[in-house]
């Protein structure tokens, strides 16, 4: 786990790589896992003008797809400054101004940020998780965050490769409900079958 101003060094590496042959940088979990995301929320028939939030967007390549499959009203967010600065260069790169992007930090979110239809986290809750300062206080504070951004009966669907399902369950359990878990590349360990990466969808109650 990084602390914050690894993450901002990190973003700002991926900056510069960007500013110099135009590489976005590293998709988390990988193509398939924004694959998966895009086509649960075509299966489920979610129309495309509704408002997603991508939470720790990063370089915002994953809402850069999202509008290139037809939806409108997508918003990013992430703590490091540097973060948002690349996602604009990519957004502007690809011509996609419809996307908002803002430096937020999602443990204490603005008051405007709420009403949203999808949540979508990919490996941010992982981090936070992963702080070595009250781990635990603040996956408390990201559910809470989490039902005041999301409407009632909006959608949140997480990617994580530090939890198992029943730990995810458990960690959401006040206030959601789980729809489904998505397909992820199995392993095998020592003649043992398992998951590197979780991936469910939580419908908020």
Same mark, same amino acid.
């Given at each position: 786990?990084?602390?914050?101003?690894?993450?901002?060094?990190?973003?700002?590496?991926?900056?510069?790589?960007?500013? +110099? *042959?135009? $590489?976005?940088?590293?998709? /988390?979990?990988?193509?398939? &896992?924004?694959?998966? *995301?895009?086509? /649960?929320?075509?299966?489920?028939?979610? !129309?495309?003008?509704? &408002?997603?939030? $991508?939470?720790?967007?990063?370089?915002?390549?994953?809402?850069?797809?999202?509008?290139?499959?037809? #939806?409108?009203?997508?918003? =990013?967010? +992430? #703590?490091?400054? %540097?973060?948002?600065? @690349?996602?604009?260069?990519?957004?502007?790169?690809?011509?996609?101004?419809?996307?908002?992007?803002?430096?937020?930090?999602?443990?204490?979110?603005?008051?405007?940020?709420?009403?949203?239809?999808?949540?979508? $986290?990919? =490996?941010?809750?992982?981090?936070?998780?992963?702080? !070595? $300062?009250?781990?635990?206080?603040?996956?408390?504070? #990201?559910?809470? %965050?989490?039902?005041?951004?999301?409407?009632?009966?909006?959608?949140?669907?997480?990617? &994580?490769?530090? /939890?198992?399902?029943?730990?995810? @369950?458990?960690?959401?359990?006040?206030?959601?409900?789980?729809?489904?878990?998505?397909?992820?590349?199995?392993?095998?360990?020592?003649?043992?079958?398992?998951?590197?990466?979780?991936?469910?969808?939580?419908?908020?109650?």
């Amino acid at each position: 786990f990084l602390p914050n101003s690894s993450w901002d060094a990190a973003y700002e590496r991926e900056l510069q790589t960007f500013q +110099d *042959i135009g $590489d976005a940088g590293e998709i /988390w979990f990988g193509e398939e &896992s924004m694959v998966r *995301i895009i086509r /649960w929320l075509e299966k489920q028939k979610v !129309p495309l003008d509704s &408002s997603v939030l $991508d939470i720790g967007t990063g370089n915002g390549v994953l809402l850069i797809e999202l509008a290139k499959s037809g #939806y409108m009203n997508l918003t =990013g967010i +992430d #703590y490091s400054p %540097s973060a948002i600065q @690349l996602s604009e260069k990519v957004r502007e790169k690809e011509g996609m101004s419809n996307i908002k992007l803002k430096v937020e930090d999602f443990l204490a979110p603005s008051a405007e940020l709420s009403g949203f239809e999808i949540c979508i $986290d990919k =490996g941010t809750f992982d981090a936070i998780s992963l702080n !070595p $300062d009250n781990a635990e206080g603040k996956r408390k504070q #990201y559910v809470r %965050s989490l039902c005041s951004v999301l409407k009632p009966e909006g959608f949140f669907l997480i990617t &994580s490769c530090n /939890w198992t399902k029943e730990e995810l @369950l458990n960690e959401f359990r006040e206030g959601f409900e789980i729809l489904e878990e998505l397909p992820t590349p199995k392993f095998c360990f020592g003649g043992r079958i398992g998951n590197s990466v979780t991936a469910l969808v939580f419908q908020r109650k």
